[in-house]
């Protein structure tokens, strides 16, 4: 996910973009399958770590989409 995250900044997108990113349909197969690992207890280390970043990921595209609707908003 972060990749996915990195690739997308690197193509310089747009404001709108930014606020109509969503993640692939891989990505969301990858964080629900992790998620369910995780509800399951059946996580290993890798993929606790993985499942970190993918929360990470998410956390830091809603930062970045707040401040944009509040700078929106000025």
């Known amino acids: ?43 290993d280390e890798a993929s606790r770590r993985e499942l970190d970043q993918f929360e990470m990921a998410e956390t830091l595209m809603r930062l970045v989409k707040a401040r944009i609707r509040v700078s929106k908003q000025d």
Do not use: G, K, V, W
């Open 1 to 43: 996910m972060l990749e996915e995250i990195a690739r997308f900044f690197a193509s310089a997108p747009s404001i709108e973009a930014i606020l109509e990113f969503r993640p692939s349909q891989a990505a969301i197969q990858r964080a629900n399958h992790l998620l369910e690992l995780n509800r399951t207890d059946t996580l």
